[in-house]
């Protein structure tokens, strides 16, 4: 049996969206910056893509830039926030995705101000202690702290957030890339500035992520060039790719209830095995409705098989991950388990769901883990 369960990480592409993507592949290749039939076909379709976007956070096409990911819209609302809107300081997480993380490690060696809200083991900010830090200075701050941790899950209060930043003249960023498509977000309702979003986390293609800018915190563009994305953006469009992120987005934003019904009865599902099975098993993060619904970061005991879990889940036909997607690679332990404080001498591993998961995933999944980690004496089975 193959099982993915990495959606974290990146989600398949919607069959629906790949359907729309195909005919820009081949027949529709204009220009979408061509003033001929070609051009003008593909600029339509750009267009009816960004209304999708528009429309599925409440903001105005005029506030909807496409970019090529969630990495770049992060690095584009901080930087240019510096450089266009006078921001002296930012207020960020320990626990925030490297491209927003370095980011304003990038503007702090250029002499902006930093400053870290204090976490907690679940990972969730200290709203008195993030008052304190806009209270403590007048200097025009940018606050930056994502909706939902992609390794944990734990998300944030966003009116909370918004109403602190309204109070203390802040801008505020929040990087959505693991919640657009999974929770509404509605961009009039919330005072926010800025969020990101990125295809692939929805169904959608890997390669096209896009920025929401809100009309009074205009921004500069990030990369210099022609007239694309209304001066925002340079380069030549992603064409299809823009394509495919509106068609999913689209149908996520269509099918959130029942996916989310679907998907946190997997994890309830997968969590309660785990608990009456499993001999001594825990949880980084929440594993009710303060965390995403398609997060379980499972902590282990470590042993000689759970030291090389990922590997051996995946010798099982199983995709999972130790930590996020983008530093499974290195050697270099999560950031965000040592920002929570997760005991070293266990072993995390992220399960992450989408609406194509099943509990028979689920049960293959739970009996491959109970060879590899010790389990509840038969007695004590409830
Ligand atoms: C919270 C968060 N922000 C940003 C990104 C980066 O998005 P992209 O892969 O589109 O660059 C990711 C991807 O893992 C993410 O989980």
New binding site residues.
């Given amino acids: 049996m193959k099982v993915y369960f990495d959606n974290?990480?990146?989600t398949p592409l919607a069959k629906e969206a790949l359907d729309e993507m195909l005919p820009f592949l081949t027949e529709n290749f204009g220009n979408p910056s061509s003033i001929h039939g070609y051009g003008r076909k593909s600029r339509a379709a750009i267009e009816k893509a960004r209304k999708i976007v528009a429309a599925a956070i409440n903001a105005s096409t005029a506030e909807v830039f496409f970019t090529?990911?969630?990495?770049?819209?992060?690095n584009m609302v901080i930087k240019q926030a510096v450089k266009k809107l006078g921001v002296k300081r930012i207020i960020s997480s320990p626990i925030?995705?490297h491209?927003?993380l370095h980011s304003v490690e990038t503007e702090g060696k250029e002499g902006i101000k930093t400053e870290m809200v204090s976490i907690n083991s679940f990972g969730v900010v200290d709203y008195d202690h993030l008052e304190s830090l806009l209270k403590s200075s007048d200097e025009k701050t940018l606050v930056s702290l994502?909706h939902?941790?992609?390794e944990i899950g734990t998300l944030l209060d966003l009116e909370r957030v918004s109403a602190l930043c309204e109070q203390y003249n802040a801008y505020f960023h929040t990087?959505t890339?693991?919640t657009i498509g999974y929770y509404p977000m509605d961009v009039q309702k919330l005072k926010v500035h800025f969020i990101?979003g990125?295809?692939?986390?929805f169904h959608g293609p890997?390669?096209v992520?896009f920025v929401y800018i809100n009309s009074s915190a205009q921004l500069s563009p990030f990369i210099d060039g022609g007239a694309q994305e209304r001066n925002m953006r340079a380069g030549t469009e992603n064409l299809y790719g823009i394509i495919g992120l509106g068609k999913a987005l689209e149908m996520a934003i269509t099918d959130m209830a029942p996916t989310h019904e679907h998907i946190s009865g997997l994890r309830q599902y997968m969590k309660s095995r785990l608990d009456n099975e499993l001999a001594d098993v825990s949880y980084n993060g929440f594993t009710d409705d303060r965390g995403h619904y398609k997060v379980l970061s499972v902590s282990m005991p470590l042993n000689n098989k759970t030291d090389l879990i990922v590997f051996n889940l995946d010798i099982a036909g199983i995709a999972a991950s130790a930590g996020?997607?983008?530093t499974s690679g290195s050697e270099v332990g999560s950031h965000v388990l040592s920002g929570i404080k997760a005991p070293t001498d266990r072993k995390a591993v992220r399960f992450s769901f989408s609406k194509h998961n099943t509990k028979e995933e689920v049960d293959y999944v739970v009996e491959e883990l109970k060879k590899m980690v010790p389990v509840k004496e038969l007695a004590s089975v409830k």
């Fill in positions: 974290a990480a990146t090529s990911c969630g990495t770049e819209s992060n925030e995705h491209c927003v994502m939902s941790n992609n990087d890339v693991q990101s990125s295809g692939h986390k890997k390669g992520g996020s997607a983008c």
